[in-house]
């Protein structure tokens, strides 16, 4: 059996290589800028339910996860604020500019 790389530091933070994750970016819609993150299947662990579709995004699935990019602290990661999307329900908000999620 293959061994697994989830190597931790002392504070309990994930040091697997940020790729694994998927590159931050930032994306400007009409309600406002979000930070963006593609997911790859191998990093998705957990189920999470869409906000686009109300439907359950399962573990290995490759998604998006957003969150609103505050303007005057930088970054805003706080994790209460971040939304796991499937792929096409955030292209679908992107297109239509919705202040849903």
Not at 15 to 26: D, F, K, T
Not at 55 to 79: K, Y
Not at 83 to 96: G, I, L, S
Request: glycine share 8%; aromatic share 6%; charged share 30%.
């Amino acid at each position: 059996m293959a061994r697994r790389n989830n190597r931790r530091n002392d504070e309990g933070q994930d040091l697997r290589p940020a790729s694994s994750y998927g590159v931050r970016q930032i994306v400007e819609l009409p309600d406002g800028e979000w930070v963006v993150k593609k997911i790859t299947g191998a990093a998705s662990t957990k189920m999470y339910r869409c906000p686009g579709c109300d439907q359950e995004i399962r573990p290995a699935t490759p998604h998006v996860v957003a969150w609103p990019f505050d303007n005057g602290m930088g970054e805003d990661t706080r994790l209460h604020d971040r939304r796991h999307w499937h792929t096409p329900c955030w292209n679908a908000k992107a297109r239509r500019g919705s202040k849903r999620g």
